[in-house]
């Protein structure tokens, strides 16, 4: 079993920049791949970014990319997500996941564990 709880999410102007993140507690936090998912009202849940077990690979949806970053501190058991360049489409609620997938999964139904989201809300 591992734990998610995300945090980091509040208002923000276009343009701005935020830094979500998940702390993991339970089984070894090193033992999964980590990712971020968020949902936008009306929307389904979509991928945003994930990273594998080390750190040493990510990926990311078109969208975010060259915008977003995502890290992790496997001596913390926190997984970050660096945001610069916010607009108002990046509205959503943000969720955090675990996958036993080594390199992290673009699918939301590979992943295991889920935190409960933080809402970032990016005024114009």
């Known amino acids: 079993q591992v734990q998610l709880v995300d945090s980091g999410g509040r208002l923000v102007q276009a343009g701005g920049s935020l830094r979500l993140s998940c702390a993991a507690s339970?089984?070894?936090?090193?033992?999964?791949?980590m990712g971020w998912f968020r949902q936008a009202p009306g929307k389904q849940r979509e991928f945003v970014a994930t990273?594998?077990?080390?750190?040493?690979?990510?990926s990311y949806a078109d969208s975010v990319k060259g915008r977003f970053t995502i890290s992790r501190d496997n001596a913390v058991n926190t997984v970050y997500l660096q945001m610069n360049r916010l607009k108002p489409q990046d509205t959503a609620v943000y969720y955090c996941?675990?996958?036993?997938?080594?390199?992290?999964?673009?699918?939301?139904?590979?992943?295991?564990?889920w935190g409960q989201g933080t809402q970032v809300t990016v005024s114009s």
């Open positions: 339970g089984r070894s936090f090193s033992s999964y791949a």
């Open positions: 990273i594998s077990r080390g750190g040493g690979s990510t």
């Open positions: 996941a675990a996958t036993t997938y080594y390199s992290g999964s673009y699918h939301s139904g590979e992943y295991n564990y």
